[in-house]
């Protein structure tokens, strides 16, 4: 059986980093473990009168070099394992892009989809309330993930600002523009897995136009991912799913499916499944799909043993968090097949919330134009670097980024006095 806990999994990438990057073992055992996870019990008063009581988490893995970073996430399944493992992965994801963070994330565990506006309003807030003390912009610095957005991040710094009597904007980041949100910051992760996906096809020879990907998930990375793209050039032929009535679905066209009607159709219809521009099919048959690229852009744990054996793709570019378990790791590796790591790939969303943070703190703001001149110089850096230790090393892309991060995070550590 997998070992699908992802704190286990995410302390098995640690050793291994610290191995390969010959790093002092006091390292792991000082980053095994976060500085402070915190539990919250919440309580909401329902829209029919009752009292739910909901379970938050926020976990500050590391704050080596800088206040801890991460976003918060609304979902059924999270756990405190899991915000734990997540928040050790914001703490090497701002170690590739040089950001002056550690690591943090927390989540709430709830479906949001049955919850009222006025109740997630409610649920947003209370978890202000329970965490408040250990958050500020030079301590720990939520921001949005799976199913929260720039609105829930109003909420959040509206009920901060209450408590606090202080208007510190830079506290969240992600936030709507009006309330001191950068611009560019909705779209930043999906452009950056762009810049990433492009990066590798230059270096292994594939052709834009000629280049076929396979992409899960349409959610803030999923679709933004697919309109950058297609802008660039490439091909998306294949898109994978989820609904809360069906479950997954997949939708295959091997012309390629156009960005602008699916998105049009998205939001006439809240759904993708009876899109007209391409063919349904099923799980299954889209992981078997050949193409050149996937991109897992939905949960961790999507890409199991199983889907492992069976992918035909030359590349995978991880635009979720985690999305490989490390049994799919190790026979995707043998297969030959290059991953590009969530902690390079999917890291513009946390440098835009950097350059947001910087923002704030100047009250002084950037074009879009400027933002993203700034994030593609500098995930092509990361992304150059990590190639040469690669390389030189021998490693796999993945060993490659963590030595990467981890020596930056080791040295920090060790200047303090910590080891
Ligand atoms: N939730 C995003 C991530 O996993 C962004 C975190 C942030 O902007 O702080 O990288």
Same mark, same amino acid.
């Given at each position: 059986?997998?070992?699908? !806990? /992802?704190?286990?999994?995410?302390?098995?990438? $640690?050793?291994?980093? +610290?191995?390969?990057?010959?790093?002092?073992?006091? %390292?792991?055992?000082?980053?095994?473990?976060?500085?402070? %996870?915190?539990?919250?019990?919440? /309580?909401?008063?329902?829209?029919?009168?009752?009292?739910?009581?909901?379970?938050?988490?926020?976990? +500050?893995?590391?704050?080596?070099?800088?206040?801890?970073?991460?976003?918060?996430?609304?979902?059924?399944?999270?756990?405190?394992?899991? %915000?734990?493992?997540?928040?050790?992965?914001?703490?090497?994801? +701002?170690?590739?892009?040089?950001?002056?963070?550690?690591?943090?994330?927390?989540?709430?565990?709830?479906?949001?989809?049955?919850?009222?506006?006025?109740?997630?309003?409610?649920?947003?807030?209370?978890?202000?309330?329970?965490? @408040? &003390?250990?958050?500020? *912009?030079?301590?720990?610095?939520?921001? /949005?993930?799976?199913?929260?957005?720039?609105?829930?991040?109003?909420?959040?710094? *509206?009920?901060?600002?209450?408590?606090?009597?202080?208007?510190?904007?830079?506290?969240?980041?992600?936030?709507?523009?009006?309330?001191?949100?950068? &611009?560019?910051?909705?779209?930043?992760?999906?452009?950056?897995?762009?810049?990433?996906?492009? !990066?590798? +096809?230059? &270096?292994?020879?594939?052709?834009?136009?000629?280049?076929? %990907?396979?992409?899960?998930?349409?959610?803030?990375?999923?679709?933004?991912?697919?309109?950058?793209?297609?802008?660039?050039?490439?091909?998306?032929?294949?898109? $994978?799913?989820?609904? &809360?009535?069906?479950?997954?679905?997949?939708?295959? !066209?091997?012309?390629?499916?156009?960005?602008?009607?699916?998105?049009?159709?998205?939001?006439?219809?809240?759904?993708?499944?009876?899109?007209?521009?391409?063919?349904?099919?099923?799980?299954?048959?889209?992981?078997?799909?050949?193409?050149?690229?996937?991109?897992?852009?939905?949960?961790?744990?999507?890409?199991?043993?199983?889907?492992?054996?069976?992918?035909?793709?030359?590349?995978?570019?991880?635009?979720?968090?985690?999305?490989?378990?490390?049994?799919?790791?190790?026979?995707?590796?043998?297969?030959?097949?290059?991953?590009?790591?969530?902690?390079?790939?999917?890291?513009?969303?946390?440098?835009?919330?950097? @350059?947001?943070?910087?923002?704030?703190?100047?009250?002084?703001?950037?074009?879009?134009?400027?933002?993203?001149?700034?994030?593609? /110089?500098?995930?092509?850096?990361?992304?150059?670097?990590?190639?040469?230790?690669?390389?030189?090393?021998? $490693?796999?892309?993945?060993?490659?980024?963590?030595?990467?991060?981890?020596?930056?995070?080791?040295?920090?550590?060790?200047?303090?006095?910590?080891?």
């Amino acid at each position: 059986m997998e070992n699908l !806990n /992802p704190i286990e999994n995410a302390r098995l990438q $640690l050793k291994s980093a +610290c191995e390969l990057g010959d790093i002092d073992k006091k %390292v792991y055992e000082i980053l095994k473990n976060p500085q402070r %996870v915190i539990e919250i019990s919440i /309580p909401v008063k329902m829209d029919d009168g009752s009292i739910k009581v909901f379970t938050g988490y926020r976990s +500050c893995h590391s704050t080596a070099i800088g206040p801890s970073k991460g976003g918060v996430r609304f979902h059924p399944n999270v756990t405190m394992d899991e %915000v734990k493992a997540l928040s050790m992965w914001m703490s090497f994801k +701002c170690g590739v892009m040089n950001l002056p963070y550690g690591g943090g994330k927390g989540g709430i565990e709830v479906d949001p989809s049955e919850l009222s506006e006025r109740e997630l309003e409610e649920l947003s807030r209370g978890y202000i309330r329970g965490i @408040y &003390k250990y958050l500020g *912009d030079d301590i720990d610095i939520p921001a /949005p993930d799976v199913n929260t957005n720039g609105k829930v991040m109003g909420w959040m710094l *509206d009920e901060y600002i209450k408590l606090t009597g202080h208007h510190r904007p830079g506290v969240f980041t992600g936030k709507p523009i009006s309330l001191g949100g950068s &611009k560019g910051r909705t779209e930043a992760t999906g452009l950056g897995v762009t810049y990433i996906t492009r !990066n590798i +096809c230059h &270096k292994i020879g594939l052709k834009l136009s000629e280049t076929s %990907v396979i992409l899960q998930g349409f959610g803030n990375v999923g679709s933004y991912t697919f309109k950058f793209l297609e802008d660039m050039g490439f091909k998306v032929i294949a898109l $994978l799913e989820w609904d &809360k009535e069906i479950g997954e679905y997949a939708l295959y !066209n091997k012309n390629g499916i156009s960005y602008e009607k699916l998105s049009k159709f998205k939001e006439q219809n809240d759904t993708l499944i009876d899109f007209e521009g391409a063919n349904k099919i099923n799980s299954e048959e889209f992981w078997s799909l050949k193409a050149d690229i996937l991109i897992p852009a939905a949960l961790e744990n999507s890409i199991n043993e199983e889907i492992a054996e069976k992918l035909d793709v030359k590349v995978i570019v991880e635009g979720a968090n985690g999305p490989v378990t490390s049994s799919a790791d190790e026979i995707l590796n043998d297969r030959g097949i290059t991953i590009v790591p969530d902690i390079l790939a999917n890291s513009g969303g946390v440098t835009v919330s950097y @350059y947001e943070w910087v923002q704030n703190k100047y009250g002084y703001y950037w074009s879009q134009e400027e933002v993203f001149s700034r994030l593609e /110089p500098s995930m092509n850096e990361a992304f150059e670097n990590i190639w040469k230790i690669k390389e030189e090393k021998n $490693l796999t892309f993945r060993q490659a980024t963590y030595v990467y991060s981890l020596i930056r995070i080791s040295e920090a550590m060790k200047y303090r006095g910590w080891f």
